[in-house]
């Protein structure tokens, strides 16, 4: 009809054609520059790992820590997992001197952890003890100067509180067999026949049980094989 005008157009809230590619390439481009980053990152580390296989001291090393975060390490422990993945022995040798002398390795102070650990949690004797850290590796003087942190009064009442903690189960059997089977369970534990005998005497007169023995430790009395110094 003349003299009304044509109603407007609606504008549309869809992307044009044009627009649409240019987000899309937008994106792409941003796609590209995280995937140019990832895989130059990956690069480094690709890098950084084959750095560790191809120099054995890089890889010695990151063995040892990798060793000394599970648990602590003797040296000898850690020479011999360095030998099992071929670790050359003047390598091993360098490494591990290197984490001596920054007091990531110390023997000494291994061995005295150990005996206060294994004492109050096991009930070892200072000779089992010994036995447990020179199959460590643990040298014979560290070894004698962790146990003498034992003293014999305190390993004469962790053999007494042994034996009361067993004593109840042997009831009802004669005398000279709770002795043996008493004495037995201290020598696997490190304990000398004497000291073993003395102690289950005592729990056997607390107790009112011991008319059958005799002053005398019995001569099949367990003895332990335990040698801290040359086993």
Request: charged letters at 35%.
């Amino acid at each position: 009809m003349a003299g009304v005008p044509a109603p407007a157009r609606r504008k549309s809230g869809r992307r044009t054609r044009g627009g649409r590619a240019d987000s899309e390439a937008g994106q792409t481009e941003e796609t590209s520059q995280t995937g140019e980053a990832g895989r130059a990152a990956e690069a480094g580390r690709t890098g950084e790992a084959d750095q560790a296989e191809t120099d054995p001291e890089s890889r010695a090393r990151e063995i040892c820590l990798q060793q000394l975060t599970l648990a602590p390490k003797t040296c000898a422990q850690l020479k011999d997992a360095l030998r099992k993945r071929g670790i050359p022995d003047d390598v091993a040798d360098a490494v591990l001197d290197r984490f001596t002398d920054v007091g990531l390795i110390d023997d000494a102070a291994f061995a005295r952890a150990w005996v206060e650990s294994r004492h109050y949690s096991r009930g070892l004797s200072g000779r089992a003890l010994g036995a447990e850290l020179r199959r460590r590796g643990v040298g014979a003087e560290e070894i004698r100067d962790a146990v003498a942190t034992l003293d014999p009064g305190a390993e004469a009442e962790t053999a007494r509180r042994l034996v009361e903690q067993k004593l109840a189960s042997t009831k009802g059997q004669p005398a000279q067999a709770r002795t043996r089977k008493l004495a037995g369970m201290l020598a696997r534990k490190g304990y000398p026949p004497g000291l073993a005998f003395r102690v289950i005497r005592e729990a056997l007169e607390a107790e009112g049980t011991d008319a059958e023995l005799g002053d005398e430790p019995p001569d099949d009395l367990p003895e332990n094989d335990f040698d801290p110094y040359t086993e």
